[in-house]
């Protein structure tokens, strides 16, 4: 369980985010029968679980230049010592509610940044002209 708002715990395939005091964000990218058995488990009266996964476009910004795109709309320090790996913030870019996850990697910088599905085209389009000046470019869409 996560000790704060900050910081993600991992545990094989599912990341948990403590998104709030009571909210908490379980995370998977393929669909985990592990997940759903917890799920099936919480008692109605002490939980509820809501699939949120249709309403969230997750975009990974990844490379040399990463903080440098990122921070072109975003008014936080992505630098290792302040925003090491592991740790996530809820923010604004482009006056867009993101969450922005900074995952662990030995090829450099990577983020996964969560974006409502409302503003997932414009967050694309903003994001695309954020890269072009140096050289961002599509390597894979799923």
Known sequence: MPVDC????THEDISLF???PTRLWFV?????AR??????TLDAKDAV??????SRTVLRISGPEARTVLNRGLAIDLDNGAFPEGVFVQSVIHHIPVLVHRLPS?????????????????????????????????????
Do not use: K
């Open 49 to 54: 679980a809501t699939a949120i996964g249709h």
């Open 106 to 142: 030995s090829d450099g910088p990577v983020f996964e940044v969560f974006v409502s599905r409302e503003y997932a085209v414009t967050f694309w389009q903003w994001l695309i002209e954020a890269a072009a000046p140096v050289g961002g470019r599509v390597l894979e869409m799923a």
């Open 35 to 40: 997940l759903t058995d917890f799920f099936a």
């Open 18 to 20: 403590r998104v709030g």
């Open 6 to 9: 900050l910081n993600v715990t």
């Open 28 to 32: 998977s990218e393929a669909s985990s």
